[in-house]
Structure formats: structure tokens, C-alpha cells
């Protein structure tokens, strides 16, 4: 961990953050292929907090970014104990896939502690 948001491993990732002005951007690395995959930006402007996902795999059919938002999105709840946060870019099949509702114009996911 360099800053304020952590980095992390799960069983086929390592996640590294790399705190921004407004937030976070985590990198995910592949363990196995040795590459990146894809990224999740975190953006938090008050009491609001928004996503957007960038990927090799548009659809996400290797499950990275769903493996990866699993993590984050528990992060999101328990430390800074968000209520909900918003999905604005990214694949909406992976926001659907992850519990995300179409609210007006963006995803929304209600987080719980």
C-alpha cells in the first residue's frame, strides 16, 4: 500500500492502487498470464462514490473484473462506509453481472457493512 487505498491479491489477481486527486485506480495483473487486465477507477465527491471499468475482456468473460469489484466493493462499504456507489463506464453486462440496477442514466448498487 503506497497511500490511502490498499492493494490486494485474490486467487488469480494481484490489485495494485495507485492513489488520484479525487480517488483510486486499481490495476489488475493477472497472476498467471503475468499482464494486465483491466482497471477500476474510483472517483468520490462527498458522500458519493462512482466506478468505471476498463478491460481487455469487454464482457468480462474471464471474471477478473468481477473478482476484482468483489473485493473492492466490500472495501467501499466497510472503510469508507459508502451507502451505494455508481457504475458510468464499463460493460453493462459486468455492472448487471455485479448487482448494479440501471437508475436514470448510471448503474447504482446499494453497499451494505
Known amino acids: ?15 495494485e492502487a495507485t492513489d488520484e486527486e479525487s480517488g483510486c485506480k486499481w490495476t489488475l495483473h493477472a497472476l498467471r498470464e503475468k499482464t494486465i487486465v483491466g482497471t477500476i477507477t474510483f472517483t468520490w465527491n462527498g ?10 475482456d469487454e464482457d468480462d468473460q474471464h471474471g477478473y473484473i468481477t473478482e476484482a469489484l468483489t473485493s473492492i466493493l466490500s472495501y467501499l462499504a466497510r472503510t469508507l462506509l459508502l451507502t451505494h456507489v455508481y457504475g458510468e463506464a464499463g460493460s453493462n453486462t459486468v455492472w448487471r453481472r455485479n448487482g448494479f440496477q440501471w437508475q436514470a442514466d448510471r448503474y447504482e448498487r446499494e453497499l451494505h457493512h
Open 1 to 15: 500500500m503506497q497511500g490511502r487505498h490498499p492493494d490486494f491479491t485474490t486467487s488469480r489477481l494481484f490489485v
Open 47 to 56: 458522500s458519493t462514490g462512482n466506478l468505471r471499468c476498463t478491460t481487455t
